[in-house]
């Protein structure tokens, strides 16, 4: 039953477009990746990339939020669609590793977290969200609040996956 932390999308141009509760979402993310990291578990960031736009590849805006700082030995996947399954690499490394089990913080809710929480489900990963580690923005239909709690209570929660606090998580490990 191994497993990882996921960092989804934490990049230093959504987070400079201040999504919701963003200095919540680094502090608890920061807390996560320092436990994770404490108890030897794998920490893996993952990008999201664009060959143009905000997060254009290379780019200042594509580096991982320099709050949280990869370490030398951690991986750091690349993507180019809304799963971090698809033609990343992740899922072949994850396998290789016998890694089962993924907790997952990151952005933005609707597209990358929600089409990843359900790919990884479907190849019948384990998922936990941490649901104080999750963010998006507000968009003309819904504030970025409601777009949480609709994914939280009506998708997610004991369908697709578990959620939890980032401070039950840090009692668990």
């Not at 890694?99 to 929600?114: H, K, P, R, S, Y």
């Amino acid at each position: 039953m191994a497993q990882a932390l996921i960092v989804i999308d934490i990049q230093e141009g959504l987070v400079n477009e201040n999504p919701y509760d963003a200095k919540n979402l680094i502090a608890n993310t920061k807390a996560l990746i320092k436990n994770f990291r404490d108890q030897n578990i794998e920490v893996i960031f993952i990008r999201h990339s664009e060959d143009e736009g905000l997060l254009a590849t290379g780019s200042d805006n594509w580096q991982v939020y320099h709050e949280l700082k990869p370490q030398e030995n951690e991986k750091i996947f690349n993507k180019y669609y809304n799963s971090i399954f698809k033609n990343s690499g992740l899922k072949e490394y994850l396998d290789s590793k016998s890694i089962t089990n993924l907790t997952f913080v990151g952005m933005q809710v609707e597209f990358c977290i929600d089409t990843s929480v359900k790919v990884g489900f479907e190849y019948g990963y384990k998922i936990t969200i941490v649901e104080d580690a999750i963010s998006t923005f507000d968009n003309i239909h819904l504030s970025a609040n409601q777009i949480l709690s609709f994914y939280k209570e009506k998708i997610w929660r004991n369908r697709f996956a578990q959620l939890r606090t980032t401070k039950e998580i840090l009692a668990i490990n």
